[in-house]
T-cell receptor, first 115, second 119 residues
Framework: NAGVTQTPKFQVLKTGQSMTLQCAQD?????MYWYRQDPGMGLRLIYYSASEGTTDKGEVPNGYNVSRLNKREFSLRLESAAPSQTSVYFC??????????????FGDGTRLSIL | AQKVTQAQTEISVVEKEDVTLDCVYETRDTTYYLFWYKQPPSGELVFLIR??????QNEISGRYSWNFQKSTSSFNFTITASQVVDSAVYFCALSEWPFSSGSARQLTFGSGTQLTVLP
């Protein structure tokens, strides 16, 4: 039972390089999310996808793009990486529905360093 | 806008002591959900509990208990007889109520409390 799987787990990039972080879930969840975690700031939402075919900006979307490839997969792309994007990135998924109280399930994170 | 404040940045206790982690939230919504997550040193996020805004019953699960007080907008977490394995960062989070079948629920996190339990 894999849950939410993120790849890669670690990555080092040079400023200006591009990269795509991959996320897949096997829980048949409708909604998926990308967060970044910086020291002392908790997790902040970058983008989310309420359902297949839809994406919306979160609190800190600048410098990122996302693709909801299908119900299982939700990728995050950095087109031109900047040192300010050095962070730990978490993907999450959840079921949806009126009054749904199901928690978000998180992947193990991707540790990204931009030099 | 929603906001979650965890004023305690770091807490250290000695094993077997009780410890309470504070969480205060702000929201204009009348219905919402509150969550606690644990992040051990290995880095993953582990779901601990959810509470909806119209259920103010306190909850106990083993050594863990949660005190939700809507009047003070607080959702505090107590660990009784702490153990070294409880050492982790604990996050409180708030989400809006999903009013439609296709709506996602964005989580607003606090900045976390680093709990260290010393042997």
């Amino acid at each position: 039972n894999a849950g939410v799987t993120q790849t890669p787990k670690f990555q080092v990039l040079k400023t200006g390089q591009s990269m795509t972080l991959q996320c897949a879930q096997d829980m048949n969840h409708n909604s998926m999310y990308w967060y970044r975690q910086d020291p002392g700031m908790g997790l902040r939402l970058i983008y989310y996808s309420a359902s297949e075919g839809t994406t919306d900006k979160g609190e800190v979307p600048n410098g990122y793009n996302v693709s909801r490839l299908n119900k299982r997969e939700f990728s995050l792309r950095l087109e031109s990486a900047a040192p300010s994007q050095t962070s730990v990135y978490f993907c999450a998924s959840s079921s949806t529905g009126v009054g749904s109280n199901q928690p978000q399930h998180f992947g193990d994170g991707t540790r990204l360093s931009i030099l | 806008a929603q906001k979650v404040t965890q004023a305690q940045t770091e807490i250290s206790v000695v094993e077997k002591e009780d410890v309470t982690l504070d969480c205060v939230y702000e929201t204009r919504d009348t219905t919402y959900y509150l969550f606690w997550y644990k992040q051990p040193p290995s880095g993953e996020l582990v779901f601990l509990i959810r509470r909806n805004s119209f259920d103010e019953q306190n909850e106990i699960s083993g050594r863990y208990s949660w005190n939700f007080q809507k009047s003070t907008s607080s959702f505090n977490f107590t660990i009784t007889a702490s153990q070294v394995v409880d050492s982790a960062v604990y996050f409180c989070a708030l989400s809006e109520w999903p009013f439609s079948s296709g709506s996602a629920r964005q989580l607003t996190f606090g900045s976390g409390t680093q709990l260290t339990v010393l042997p």
